[in-house]
């Protein structure tokens, strides 16, 4: 099994309860066993501001599936929740995407891994902080250095009892 972090993230909707969906879907996804789940962020969206607020969670796995696969299955749980892609850092029902798999890198034309913002974005890294404060990534760079360089980014934690329900602590 390889430890896998999957970013989600949603702002269109009831976006807790798509995050919720996708939670409940990644738990139950073939060939993995969901380790951990972050908490709730709200932040403002990246790209486009003429946008709701982003709310944002990392989920850990164990997974079995190759990279591709794993894309795979985020990308149909994506449909099922109705995500359509219409502009560049727009909006979303909901958006999956691999942080990290093992501590290996890919860049295939499909996958890049560690997902090539991740160092960049404030609303991946705290969740991703809440799961495991001490990981060191794939180049040898502590997350605490990457977090801290993020900072002056507005994140706030949000506080749903829907979403805590179910925190895997």
Known sequence: MTEAFIG??????????YLLFARQQ?????????????RLYRSAPVGPQDQPDF???VIQLNTS????PLLDALQRIEQQAGRVRQRHWGERTLDLDILLYGDGTL?????????PQLGRRSFVL?????????LILPDGTPLTTLRD????????????SRWRAGLER
């Open 107 to 115: 860049n295939l034309p499909r996958l890049q891994v560690p997902h």
């Open 8 to 17: 989600l993230g949603s702002n269109l909707g009831d976006s807790v309860d």
């Open 26 to 38: 990644l738990s139950s996804l073939a060939d993995s066993q969901l380790v951990a789940t972050s």
């Open 149 to 160: 360089a993020c900072s002056h980014q507005q994140i706030c934690y949000h506080e749903d």
């Open 55 to 57: 709310y944002n969670a």
């Open 126 to 134: 705290q969740p991703l902080s809440d799961i495991h404060p001490q």
């Open 65 to 68: 599936l190759a990279p591709i």
